[in-house]
């Protein structure tokens, strides 16, 4: 089955628990841990917050800078 995006997720800020590798995630969203795998073009950075840019399923795409 097709899980709808809730379109009230872009944009919004997580904070990394820790790095599974250069490309992928662990985050804190809405008081839950989710699986993240970083937007094309971003790459890992010591930021300690970043922005959801899209959401397939349960995992989040994310990416440095908050989408406008």
């Known amino acids: 089955p097709v899980i709808p ?3 009230d997720d872009i944009g919004q800020r997580v904070q ?3 790095w ?3 490309q992928h ?3 804190k969203y809405r008081g839950s841990h989710w699986d993240a795998v970083l937007a094309p073009n ?3 950075n010591d930021s300690e917050y970043w922005f959801i840019s899209a959401r397939n399923g349960a995992i989040l795409e994310i990416s440095p800078q908050a989408t406008q």
Do not use: M
């Open 5 to 7: 995006v809730d379109a």
């Open 16 to 18: 990394i628990e820790t």
């Open 42 to 44: 971003a790459q890992q």
């Open 20 to 22: 599974k590798d250069p």
């Open 25 to 27: 995630a662990r985050v």
